[in-house]
């Protein structure tokens, strides 16, 4: 690691305070653990976009236009996309919950975007639910054909693997697709007729996690694909979205039953999270920073600052080694 630049003794007295100040800053920010709290962002398969606390409170996050149905979700980090199935629009969400006022892409008219997930270059995927295509959204916005499903695919929920490969959950023939980096289509997976699988999901280990919504079932499926049942629901449970929360437990959004399930790392234990969101779709988790993580922000403030100033002193400074 590099050190920071070294001060001669007979530099400006003016620079001392300043690093008395960033030293007592950074040290606060040593004492104050660095976390964040995860949020958990659900579509509604309408106009509204919906926070959950990690108590379970649901809550606004945004508004869509009037006329959106919302259903995919991805997060580049802090901006939350959402695919719009009948506009065939990808919206754009700030953390603060304002939405762009111009959509983040547009795709062909028909095309149905559904699940969405950010592949390792930047790039947004979006699975066409009525053109069984995949399409790839560049960091502009650029909108291209990524892929081509067979007929009837009717593609739901996307995910990627840790080599690059992004899966399709295959509404209409309850299949799973696996499509390479050079967007080369496959069969990795095939699931009982009335599966109608929805939302996917990767555990630490590798192994896909599938939402059927016309079984109630979770399914997981190895990297070899071998299907085996996770989790049961419910009667009457719809699944569509997967999450997973930093502890290993499964989230599904359950537009049958109006709730979303908490599933235990082990499947054993399903339980309701949080009720209040109408017939809950895609999740995604997101970070949102504690109040300690702000003395680092300051710290980085007070480093540029100093910086600055030592580079407009008179005083000859080492460079750091």
């Not at 802090?78 to 065939?88: E, P, T």
């Not at 983040?104 to 390792?120: C, R, V, W, Y």
């Not at 234990?269 to 988790?285: D, E, I, K, N, R």
Request: hydrophobic share 45%; with cysteine.
């Amino acid at each position: 690691m590099t050190n920071p630049p070294l001060l001669h003794s007979h530099a400006r007295s003016g620079i001392r305070p300043l690093t008395t100040v960033l030293a007592a800053t950074l040290f606060l920010g040593a004492l104050s653990p660095v976390c964040a709290q995860q949020t958990l962002y659900v579509s509604s398969g309408g106009s509204s976009i919906y926070q959950v606390g990690a108590t379970g409170t649901v809550s606004a996050f945004a508004t869509l236009p009037a006329n959106a149905n919302s259903q995919g979700l991805a997060l580049d980090g802090g901006n939350l996309y959402v695919a719009d199935l009948f506009n065939n629009q990808i919206s754009r969400i700030t953390p603060t919950g304002v939405v762009s006022a111009t959509p983040f892409a547009t795709l062909p008219a028909n095309s149905g975007p559904n699940g969405l997930a950010f592949g390792s270059t930047g790039s947004l995927y979006a699975a066409g639910n009525f053109s069984n295509q995949i399409s790839q959204i560049s960091v502009g916005g650029t909108v291209s054909t990524f892929a081509t499903l067979p007929l009837r695919s009717a593609p739901n929920g996307l995910a990627f693997d840790d080599s690059g490969n992004l899966y399709a959950a295959d509404f209409g023939t309850s299949q799973i697709s696996q499509i390479s980096p050079a967007g080369a289509v496959s069969l990795f997976a095939t699931l009982p007729a009335n599966a109608r699988p929805t939302g996917l999901a990767f555990d630490g280990n590798g192994n896909l996690y599938v939402a059927s919504f016309g079984s109630s079932l979770i399914d997981r499926i190895t990297p070899a694909g071998a299907v085996s049942l996770f989790a049961s629901l419910p009667a009457n449970a719809a699944p569509i979205g997967l999450a997973f929360d930093a502890s290993g437990n499964l989230y599904a959004g359950d537009s049958g039953l109006d709730q979303i399930s908490r599933i235990s790392p082990d499947g054993l234990a399903v339980s309701t999270f949080a009720v209040g969101v109408p017939t809950p779709a895609y999740l995604a988790f997101g970070a949102v920073p504690e109040p300690a993580t702000w003395w680092l922000v300051a710290a980085g403030v007070l480093v540029g600052a100093l910086r600055r100033r030592m580079a407009t002193s008179s005083s000859p400074i080492s460079p750091g080694v």
